[in-house]
């Protein structure tokens, strides 16, 4: 809800749909979906194969002290970040900076003639230190969820409804879990738009929406995100999954 009117989800949607109507709750949703599907795609490559690298096989010593499917969280979410940040950044732009841009097209030309190809990076090294612990903690959180779900109903298939309900309570764990990461990035994001303050980095912005909103602040949208967030992650473990099933079975024959 960051650059929005209103102090709850409720306000911020009467806002748009009073001013903008149905089309303004979609702005910037074409940018967000060719970021998506990549950025996926992307990040579960990753995933599986740093897991795969990282897991010892029968007999062998562990190589790394820690959870496995924490390092390859990790390494999927940096993967997928330094591949479509620009992206993610001219959403955000689309989003907040309403009447500056017509399209993608043009916000993406104008931000690069006008502030250089680098701002298409800026809020990047934030960006990365919110994705690190909000990948790790969603892929080990999924990871330990499935175990204990095996050893509970002793089975060694997860059928698609409990894979569903497994991502979404991993995504509902890593989204909560590094919230104020989140929102400290997008402040940074959008910097000095609209007379916004600049931040130095992010504990300067933590530190900042800590001192002018409290504890609140940090947390300000938290709701609406999960909303988001929760199912889509419960969805991508599923289609995940599903998608290597068949891969699978179809190297077998």
């Known amino acids: 809800m960051v650059g929005s009117n209103g102090n709850s989800s409720t306000e911020v949607f009467e806002s748009i749909m009073k001013n903008e109507g149905w089309t303004g709750l979609f702005r910037g949703n074409f940018v967000n979906v060719i970021r998506v599907a990549p950025s996926k795609a992307i990040e579960l490559f990753a995933f599986d194969t740093a897991k795969k690298f990282l897991t010892p096989k029968s007999g062998e010593e562990r190589r790394i002290p820690i959870p496995p499917s924490l390092v390859a969280g990790a390494f999927a979410g940096v993967s997928s970040t330094l591949c479509t940040y620009p992206l993610e950044l001219i959403k955000t732009r689309l989003t907040i900076q309403r009447g500056v841009y017509d399209n993608f097209l043009h916000a993406f030309v104008k931000i690069v003639r006008e502030e250089g190809p680098a701002e298409l990076y800026r809020g990047l090294t934030p960006s990365l230190i919110g994705v690190v612990p909000y990948a790790a903690t969603n892929y080990f959180a999924y990871d330990t969820l499935k ?94 999954e599903a998608c290597k099933k068949i891969l699978i079975e179809e190297e077998d024959e």
Do not use: W
């Open 147 to 240: 175990k204990v779900y095996k050893k509970m109903f002793k089975t060694n298939e997860i059928s698609n409804v409990p894979t569903l309900l497994i991502g979404s309570a991993a995504g509902a764990i890593s989204s909560t879990a590094t919230f104020p990461l989140e929102v400290a990035r997008k402040h940074m994001q959008v910097g000095a738009v609209g007379g916004r303050k600049v931040y130095k980095n992010m504990l300067h912005a933590l530190l900042t929406i800590l001192e002018d909103e409290g504890v609140g602040g940090l947390y300000r949208g938290l709701g609406p995100s999960c909303m988001k967030l929760v199912p889509a992650a419960g969805i991508s473990f599923m289609c995940y």
